[in-house]
């Protein structure tokens, strides 16, 4: 769209003006708006807007923001880390553990790591790489009844 003041330029300011509820509308070039002194050429700063705004307030209490909570190993901070998804070190499950909890619980459903895994599981896992083996041979010889039984007791046994 070209400047609708030269008509030259192409037009890259959009300049409303509302007077007595009647709506202008320009659509103006750089050079254009700057002779109209219309832009971002404020004489004044956001201090000055503010600062009669509060003049009127007495007995405003101040409130503080809330102190960030840094990890005291690593330095990491609960936003670092909701950011990466990474902790810093393993401080920081004891440093953010009101904030991590949920969470932990939610993803892994539980809130620590336990160490080691259950017999019962190893046991399951044993069966299940031996049925893939099998699984891998029948496709091979082209047993495919005998591969969708295994398919299925395959997918049986991880769904535990």
């Known amino acids: 769209m070209k400047c609708q003041n030269c008509g030259k330029n192409n037009a890259n300011v959009r300049y409303t003006q509302v007077i007595n509820g009647e709506k202008t509308e320009l659509f103006l070039c750089d050079e254009c708006a700057n002779e109209m002194n219309i832009g971002m050429n404020f004489n004044f700063g956001i201090n000055d807007v503010f600062s009669t705004f509060f003049d009127d307030f007495t007995g405003l209490k101040t409130i503080s923001m809330p102190e960030i909570t840094k990890c005291k190993t ?3 901070t609960y936003d670092e880390f909701a950011k990466t998804g990474l902790l810093g070190c393993e401080d920081c499950y004891d440093t953010f553990s009101n904030r ?7 993803i892994h459903g539980n809130n620590r790591h336990l160490l080691g895994k259950k017999k019962e599981n190893k046991k399951e896992e044993n069966e299940v790489d031996t049925l893939k083996a099998k699984l891998k041979e029948c496709i091979e010889k082209e047993e495919y009844e005998e591969a969708a039984k295994l398919r299925d007791k ?3 046994l991880e769904n535990k």
């Open 100 to 106: 991590l909890d949920g969470v932990l619980n939610r």
């Open 154 to 156: 395959i997918r049986k």
């Open 74 to 76: 690593c330095g990491l």
